[in-house]
Every structure is written in C-alpha cells, then in structure tokens.
Nanobody, 125 residues
C-alpha cells in the first residue's frame, strides 16, 4: 500500500486560496489514481476531486468546479489541490487517497485503498 501525508491546510479568509499537497511513499505512485475528499463536522465524508494515474483525466464535485484544481507530479510522488475563492462552507478536514482502480474509482470512496491522516482547512467569513 501507499503511505500518504497531507500538508498545506490552515486558516484563510473567505475569498482566499490554499494549496494542499499529498506526498506518497513508495515507487509505484504513478500507478495509482488519486482523490481528495473532505469531511466537515457532523457531516459525512464527500468527494472533492480525482486525477488519473497519468494526470490526463480529472473529475470534480460540482461544488468546487471552477474554484479547485487537482494536479500531480509523479516524479515527486505528490498530488496537489489548489483551492481558490474559498468559502466558509469549504471548512473541513481534507484527505487524500490512492486507488489501484485508477479512473474506475472516481468519486467512490470505497474504491480507494490508502488514506492520509487529513489536514484541516478553515475558512472564516
């Protein structure tokens, strides 16, 4: 399995930006599709974005389209989530996850094999 560590969370004002990073251990990072999910207090975990192993295919939840961008650097075993125009409702713990199912995983959390510990994002109004 891949070990994942997120970073880049923090406190930001509404309208601001943050860039989350997720670094993976192991030499097979380029074989995995990668996703970002989030969980707000009292709410279920929800899908945010996905990027295929090659980086060619991306999916986004409707509520982040046009504001968030997922990218990856396979040479550095890292996936990124650039978050712009942040809103208070984006406040949550953000998790990255890897999937051997690649594109077939998409937004389905059950198809992800490994998860990071999460990084807190707080957006103040």
């Amino acid at each position: 399995q891949v070990q994942l560590v997120e970073s880049g969370g923090g406190l930001v004002q509404a309208g601001g930006s943050l860039r989350l990073s997720c670094t993976a251990s192991g030499r097979t990072f380029g074989n995995y599709g990668m996703g970002w999910f989030r969980q707000a207090p009292g709410k279920e975990r929800e899908f945010v974005a996905f990027i295929s192993a090659s980086g060619v295919t991306t999916y986004y939840a409707d509520f982040v389209k046009g504001r968030f961008t997922i990218t990856r650097d396979n040479a550095k075993n890292t996936v990124f989530l650039q978050m712009n125009s942040l809103k208070p409702e984006d406040t949550a713990v953000y998790y990255c996850a890897s999937s051997r199912f690649n594109v077939a995983a998409g937004s389905q959390a059950a198809k992800y094999d490994s998860w990071g510990q999460g990084t807190q994002v707080t957006v103040s109004s």
